[in-house]
């Protein structure tokens, strides 16, 4: 089981906002930085937000990071159809063998 | 555009190494660090290690023991190689082009994946 975790799920209607939590500590979220992945059904992941709260050129302004301590967040504004998917956060764990570690990942259903 | 390809034998009898080779085009290997993340059916990511084009490499801890990962610059590819696979090594498995320094780690873009079953 993963040192990140975050909800198996979450939900909303198109329109509205959803945000999803990942919940580390000081050796991986505290002291790294954050990346958020989105890996529609079937297909491989895809980098959504890096280094806490960075976009890539073409990701929607809807999708947004923030980072608090040993937290993080990504949140959907406006959801979309599309955008029902698994989504994962990932950072550096600094404990005893330094290993880079994903979260558990949410699935979120457009209703 | 730099696209990633992964390739290989679907199906590895058990205690046989499990061998794959990600084919990098739209771009040069000699720059930038290069991943292997696999993800087992219906399960979260791991992420196995990476290598520099320079051979440096780095991997992941739980599975240090029984991984390789190498480079091929005049073929622009890079491979992995799992020894002593098991059916806990059933994953589809990701090439991934990885920016690295201080505090993180970046995968972008990643390839299609490829399904390997360890099975006898």
């Known amino acids: 089981q993963s040192v990140l975790t975050q909800p198996p799920s979450a939900s909303g209607t198109p329109g509205q906002r959803v945000t999803i939590s990942c919940s580390g500590s000081s050796s991986n979220i505290g002291s790294n930085t954050v990346n958020w992945y989105q890996q529609l059904p079937g297909t491989a992941p895809k980098l959504l937000v890096y280094?806490?709260?960075q976009r890539p050129s073409g990701v929607p302004d809807r999708f947004s990071g923030s980072k608090s301590g040993t937290s993080a967040s990504l949140a959907i504004s406006g959801l979309r159809p599309e955008d029902e998917a698994d989504y994962y956060c990932a950072a550096w764990d600094d404990s005893v063998n330094a290993v880079y570690v994903f979260g558990t990942g949410t699935k979120v259903t457009v209703l | 555009q730099v696209q990633l390809q992964e390739s290989g034998p679907g199906l590895v009898k058990p205690s046989e190494t499990l061998s794959l080779t990600c084919t990098v085009s739209?771009?040069?290997?000699?720059?930038?660090?290069w991943s292997w993340i696999r993800q087992p059916p219906g399960k979260e990511l791991e992420w196995i290690g990476y290598i520099h084009y320079s051979g440096s490499t780095n991997y992941n801890p739980s599975l240090k023991s029984r991984v390789a990962i190498s480079v091929d610059m005049s073929k622009n590819q890079f491979s992995l190689r799992v020894s002593s696979a098991t059916a806990a090594d059933t994953a589809v498995y990701y090439c991934?082009?990885?920016?690295?320094?201080?505090?993180?780690?970046?995968?972008?873009?990643w390839g299609q994946g490829t399904l390997v079953t360890v099975s006898s």
């Open positions: 739209g771009g040069s290997i000699d720059t930038y660090y």
């Open positions: 991934a082009r990885s920016s690295y320094g201080d505090h993180f780690l970046i995968f972008d873009p």
């Open positions: 280094s806490n709260i």
